[in-house]
């Protein structure tokens, strides 16, 4: 079922157990998430392909 989604939510956890990780992962997902259903813009699509062929 995982958490709610768009809802507030307090971590609480002794520093060095993950707590930033966690907010951004969460952060993260909702970009990607949203980059893949609505696609991207442009400029970003572009500035991705020129960094694919720099690897």
Do not use: C, W, Y
Request: aromatic letters at 2%; glycine letters at 12%.
């Amino acid at each position: 079922m995982g958490r709610p989604r768009h809802r507030h939510a307090l971590i609480a956890a002794p520093t060095g157990s993950g707590n930033t990780l966690a907010a951004f992962l969460s952060a993260i997902n909702d970009l990607v998430v949203e980059g893949l259903a609505k696609g991207l813009a442009d400029e970003v699509q572009r500035r991705g392909n020129q960094v694919g062929r720099h690897r």
